[in-house]
């Protein structure tokens, strides 16, 4: 059972930085696709970033194109989200997932949530104006 434990959220004000991990058990990040979304109340869960099998390509949503770094370190089994620049608008849930799916184009990053499977349990962050 593939079990995603993310940790890093806290308060922080306007133009501040952090750098949230999720770390993975009962199977590695290694070739395999990982995704950092974040969900507002009463919103729809949205991509913010995600990461390629190979680890090469990544995709962002285009507000925090810039601002916002996914990165995976296999050796750690955890996939990071560094944000920086932060903003009020950032105040979310950010939650980290992944599925089992091998894709035959290593450089595919899905982006909807219907494409993961394994989900953790969220950390908040809250960027104060």
């Known amino acids: 059972q593939v079990q995603l434990l993310e940790s890093g959220g806290g308060l922080v004000q306007a133009g501040d930085s952090l750098r949230l991990s999720c770390a993975a058990s009962?199977?590695?990040?290694?070739?395999?696709?990982v995704g950092w979304f974040r969900q507002a109340p009463g919103k729809e869960r949205e991509v913010v970033a995600a990461?390629?099998?190979?680890?090469?390509?990544?995709d962002y949503v285009d507000s925090v194109k810039g601002r916002f770094t996914i990165s995976r370190d296999d050796a750690k089994n955890t996939v990071y989200l560094q944000m920086n620049s932060l903003k009020p608008e950032d105040t979310d849930v950010y939650y980290c997932?992944?599925?089992?799916?091998?894709?035959?184009?290593?450089?595919?990053?899905?982006?909807?949530?219907?494409?993961?499977?394994?989900w953790g349990q969220g950390t908040q962050v809250t960027v104060s104006s």
């Open positions: 009962g199977r590695t990040f290694s070739n395999y696709v």
């Open positions: 997932a992944t599925n089992s799916a091998r894709y035959s184009t290593r450089s595919y990053v899905p982006k909807r949530n219907y494409e993961y499977d394994y």
């Open positions: 990461i390629s099998q190979s680890g090469r390509n990544t």
